[in-house]
């Protein structure tokens, strides 16, 4: 497979472990073809009334993007109009435009810049034990997160940004530091 996340034996044999980018085409297909719209209302039906039960009146929801579908934004922000629950929704994708239509303020929440440790692909500074020259993975170009976080705050938006990695939480901040900066 050309899909970046799908890791291989010495063989250069897939061996069913997925992650980042293979992971989430995965996860998106799976739902396509076992998870409809009124099971996705369903669920949020569910957990608001379990949330309101428990006294939670505020819930983050982070929707779209490589591991969810867009259409759950639409399920998360009409199910808020109809119910006593403030939603405040993460757009989970770089599309800023898109958000802004959905009537967004925020992107992000577990918007990768890096992979994780368990998979060996957080972006560190040293290698990993036993690995020469494996260092993780960084998703993006430091030119790319600029203009993301830079357009992202000329519209107002409020971003968040997952880091594992060293090497990741550095280019966050030099995002955020570029972006304040013009």
């Known amino acids: 497979s050309t ?31 076992f998870i409809n719209y009124k099971m996705k209302e369903q669920a949020m039906k569910m957990t608001v009334e379990e949330a309101l039960r428990n006294g939670v009146t505020t819930m983050n929801a982070m929707e779209g993007g490589a591991f969810f579908d867009d259409e759950d934004i639409d399920i998360v922000q009409r199910y808020e109009k109809k119910n006593k629950i403030d939603l405040s929704i993460y757009a989970q994708n770089t599309d800023i ?23 060996k692909t957080a972006a560190l500074y040293e290698p990993y034990e036993n690995e020469l020259g494996n260092y993780g993975i960084l998703y993006f170009t430091q030119e790319e997160l600029n203009r993301f976080v830079l357009d992202a705050q000329k519209k107002n938006m409020q971003i968040a940004l997952s880091c594992i990695g060293e090497r990741a939480l550095d280019q966050a901040l030099e995002a955020y530091e570029n972006a304040i900066k013009i």
């Open 97 to 119: 435009e898109k958000a802004v239509e959905f009537g967004l303020e925020k992107i992000g929440g577990n918007f990768y810049l890096d992979g994780t440790i368990s998979s």
């Open 3 to 33: 899909l970046n996340g799908v890791e291989k034996d010495e063989k250069g044999m897939p061996t069913g472990y997925l992650f980042g980018e293979a992971s989430g085409f995965a996860r998106k297909k799976i739902q396509k073809l």
